[in-house]
């Protein structure tokens, strides 16, 4: 099958956004590159390592569940006959596993092409991470922070020109509703779940706007963009009200988009030539999308970007200077 560059394609079995039947997930082989899926063992992740897998890719699952990833990397092995997929233990809550997931990654001298920020919690009860941070904060958006600025590195190494390495970020039409307060990233003086996790879902937007305007600023063949998978039925739900479930339980078949569904725009955000050296953007359903006003704030962009090098410790002219 011949994508539209006329490359041999692979169709991953799905068609992307509203407009169905116009764009078929059909996308050019990817031998030879290399991908990290946050997550990736269940739900999203799993789908989008899955069908990355399937396109050639060497695809690392990345995550905190080593028999739930070894499971998994079995399965994507038998169903797509490709057998470089691996699951490498990485801990979000954790700037130590942060650190040793990297520190692992870079001792097998491997290329970065594409790096899917997609794990998250979503509504946990207040908590902390092993560092202080409140846990959506902390695992959905500091870790991510942490992880891809250590990457970076490899990242920058393994794009070129007509190649560029990519980032996609997972948020969340959840970003739209979200606050950042920058007096109280960690929700210690008030902590709604739903509020934490908003917040922590438009901190994820402004990074990787920042991240664009910084890699686009020293010339770097990386690009960086974000995705919202829409409404997917998974566990992420897992700590919502029973009310709530069996609504959902209800009505999933009609509100909820399957898991696949839910990887298309990832996957095409990750691999689509349409895409090639276009970063900076949002984008649901398949398309690119405006994402709130907030998201665009240029100076809120900076300010959480020198916060975060601060909370987890990297200076900020490392890779940050502004
Ligand atoms: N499901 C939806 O309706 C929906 C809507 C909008 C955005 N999203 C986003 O999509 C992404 C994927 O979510 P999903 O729906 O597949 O959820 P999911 O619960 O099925 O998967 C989340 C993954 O993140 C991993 N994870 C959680 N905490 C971790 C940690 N501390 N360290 C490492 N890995 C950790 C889990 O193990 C799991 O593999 C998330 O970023 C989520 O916010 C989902």
């Not at 706007?209 to 995705?227: C, F, I, K, M, P």
Request: include cysteine.
């Amino acid at each position: 099958m011949l994508s539209k560059e006329g490359v041999e394609g692979v169709r991953i079995g799905f068609k992307l956004g509203e407009d169905n039947g116009k764009r078929e997930g059909i996308f050019p082989p990817q031998n030879g590159k290399v991908a990290i899926v946050t997550g990736g063992a269940k739900g999203i992740g799993y789908e989008t390592a899955k069908h990355l897998s399937r396109l050639g890719m060497h695809v690392i699952i990345a995550g905190n569940h080593e028999n739930q990833g070894l499971l998994s990397v079995g399965k994507i092995v038998k169903e797509t006959g490709n057998e470089k997929v691996e699951f490498m233990y990485l801990e979000l809550a954790s700037l130590q596993s942060i650190r040793q997931f990297v520190q692992r990654f870079k001792a097998k001298n491997a290329l970065l092409h594409v790096l899917v920020n997609n794990a998250a919690v979503m509504l946990v009860p207040q908590r902390i991470t092993a560092d202080g941070f409140e846990e959506h904060f902390g695992v959905n958006y500091l870790g991510h922070f942490m992880l891809t600025e250590l990457l970076l590195d490899t990242l920058k190494q393994s794009g070129s020109t007509d190649c560029n390495s990519r980032i996609v970020t997972v948020s969340s039409a959840t970003h739209y509703i979200g606050e950042l307060n920058l007096n109280d990233l960690q929700s210690r003086h008030h902590y709604s779940p739903h509020g934490a996790y908003a917040q922590s879902k438009l901190a994820l937007t402004l990074f990787s706007y920042q991240l664009q305007q910084r890699l686009a600023a020293d010339g770097s063949h990386v690009t960086s963009n974000v995705v919202d998978p829409g409404v997917v039925n998974t566990d992420l739900y897992k700590h919502t009200s029973w009310l709530f479930k069996l609504c959902k339980w209800l009505t999933s078949w009609l509100l909820f988009k399957t898991s696949t569904q839910g990887a298309s725009t990832v996957i095409y955000v990750a691999v689509s030539p349409d895409l090639e050296g276009s970063g900076g953007s949002y984008y649901a359903n398949g398309q690119k999308t405006k994402s709130a006003d907030t998201s665009y704030d240029e100076d809120l962009q900076r300010k959480l970007w020198a916060r975060s090098c601060k909370l987890v410790g990297i200076l900020e002219h490392r890779q940050c200077a502004s």
